[in-house]
């Protein structure tokens, strides 16, 4: 009998608590940005995948050593790794990167591709207009003309750092 | 300052002075209130659905219709223009005439209850002895077409979904009346005029606090749970049956039922603010005269309006709220708890008035 009545006071207690819950969110801001107005002022999640990128730096130089584990990993063969062998100064034979296709249309924007990248060469940014009038615009090359590849300091400590830090930020992405 | 009986009066003496014929002036009213009852029935809807669909997505972060007219306010007008014009879907090998009609009684249910509701001070439809037992007894009508509908279709679900409605309506019924009876016990009448003047003086819910609050608590479960809304919405329990009683129906006779859905709401809202909350009379308070000659400036249908508003709130707090019960999570609530609740809540009132103990 008592417990009827304890029963019923605190269901009603834990009712009022998920009320006082949904009223809180009814009173805090949208989280919804009303796209075409506020076109200027959209912040995307830093989560949010939208298209891959090739990020370079001042000197036109990126990271990508070619090795094409992306495209292995991409599920819709999305990503073309084309490359070139060419001899260095020292005359050693060295694998450079000719072209990196990326075809967004068929891209489903999985985070493989950046996840797999063992040189952090490749990321995903927020922009997200990729209205084209034809497909074939859809198709684009990430490296940009003329760019080579980055170089990196020598030392077998410097070479690891390098190589762990993109691992560690791209699992703090998933 | 001028009401909205005032207006209703000058017209009628407006119409007693140009026709001569009694009869005729009977008529063209009856008329002129009829069609005053269908288009508020209409733009209550309308507002409602706008209202609940712009609340609902406050809840869930979100801007709700924002895109035709200021606010999304004439978003409900389209939908309105699109659900007119489309097809009305027949069926074959189910119940013609009962198909049809459901819906019709399902308006008829709540316009019905309508002409019961007191809109503001002089302005009501009908006003006789047995008010709220009148509201009580037409707003049930619904269930009637709601569980036509359900068989008529031919369709196990919209049986389903009507065998639920059925007995979700029935049993909360009963917890609804009662608490309006322990009301109608502090009052001494189920006129609900009388039931206004009283409380002029103080609102139902500050003369009896505690019977009354519990009485109010209660209405109001029971009144959401008649509604189909919310965490009762097993009728409609769209995961498990579609869309329940109404699946068949397309185009207005799908509309119907919607806006049917939606003036219930404002129905138990309002019957709970005239019963509970004082319905068109200000916030009076004894011996506070300078308080309430403020209160009495706002005209008496932005009092009923704005309370009503207030319960359609709370309603909608709730139905976005919780997760749906189970049908005999539903029946435990009703049959075991609310029930003795408002058995219990009549005797207190009783007790309460009969000894005076009332404010």
């Known amino acids: ?174 | 300052m001028l009401q909205l009986s005032d207006i209703i009066t000058w017209i009628h003496e407006f119409l007693s002075a140009n026709i001569p014929a009694e009869w005729a002036v009977k008529l063209i009213e009856y008329v002129l209130v009829g069609l005053g009852f269908l288009t508020l029935y209409a733009l209550i809807a309308l507002f409602l659905i706008i209202f609940e669909r712009k609340i609902c997505a406050y809840f869930q972060c979100r801007l709700g219709p924002n895109r035709v007219g200021p606010w999304g306010i004439f978003q409900v007008i389209a939908d309105m223009v699109k659900i007119l014009l489309k097809e009305i879907i027949p069926l074959k090998h189910n119940d013609k005439l009962l198909y049809y009609a459901a819906p019709f009684i399902v308006i008829m249910g709540s316009l019905l209850t309508f002409g019961g509701l007191q809109f503001a001070k002089g302005v009501h439809g009908v006003d006789f002895n047995i008010g709220v037992f009148y509201l009580l007894a037409v707003s049930s009508i619904s269930i009637i077409g709601v569980m036509l509908a359900g068989w008529s279709s031919n369709n196990k679900y919209s049986l389903i979904g009507a065998m639920r409605s059925g007995a979700q309506v029935i049993s909360f019924e009963l917890s609804a009346c009662l608490s309006m009876m322990a009301m109608v016990i502090l009052c001494g009448s189920m006129n609900l005029s009388d039931m206004m003047e009283s409380q002029g003086r103080l609102w139902f819910i500050f003369q009896a606090p505690i019977p009354a609050f519990i009485g109010m608590v209660i209405y109001l479960i029971a009144a959401h749970a008649e509604t189909n809304r919310g965490p009762f919405d097993l009728p409609e329990a769209e995961s498990e049956l579609t869309a329940g009683y109404h699946v068949e129906y397309s185009g207005i006779t799908f509309g119907f039922f919607y806006v049917g859905e939606y003036c219930n709401l404002f129905i138990n809202a309002a019957i709970g603010a005239l019963v509970f909350l004082g319905g068109w009379q200000p916030l009076h308070f004894p011996g506070c005269e300078g308080f309430n000659a403020v209160m009495d400036y706002i005209p008496s249908c932005v009092w009923f309006f704005g309370k009503t508003l207030l319960l359609i709130f709370l309603s909608l707090w709730v139905r976005w709220s919780f997760p749906r019960l189970r049908i005999d999570q539903l029946l435990h609530l009703e049959w075991k708890i609310m029930l003795p609740f408002s058995l219990f809540n009549i005797l207190l009132m009783a007790v309460l008035v009969a000894n005076g103990w009332v404010f």
């Open chain 1, 1 to 174: 009998m008592i417990k009827y009545f304890t029963n019923i006071f605190s269901g009603i207690v834990n009712l009022l608590k998920g009320m006082k819950v949904t009223g809180k969110v009814l009173i805090s801001p949208a989280v919804t940005q009303p796209y075409p107005e506020k076109r200027d002022e959209l912040k995307p999640k830093d989560r949010f995948r939208a298209e891959l990128t090739m990020p370079h730096n001042a000197s036109n130089e990126h990271k990508c050593t070619a090795c094409g584990i992306c495209a292995m990993n991409c599920p819709n063969q999305t990503i073309q790794v084309t490359k070139n062998k060419i001899t260095d100064e020292n005359g050693k034979p060295k694998i450079i990167l000719d072209q990196y296709l990326y075809d967004i249309g068929s891209c489903i924007f999985c985070g493989l591709c950046t996840r797999v990248c063992p040189q952090g060469a490749i990321e995903f940014t927020t922009n997200f207009e990729h209205a084209v009038y034809t497909r074939s615009k859809l198709v684009k090359q990430l490296n940009q003309p003329g760019s080579k590849k980055m170089e990196v300091a020598k030392p077998a400590a410097a070479q690891q750092k390098v190589d762990a830090e993109p691992k560690q930020n791209n699992e703090n992405n998933q």
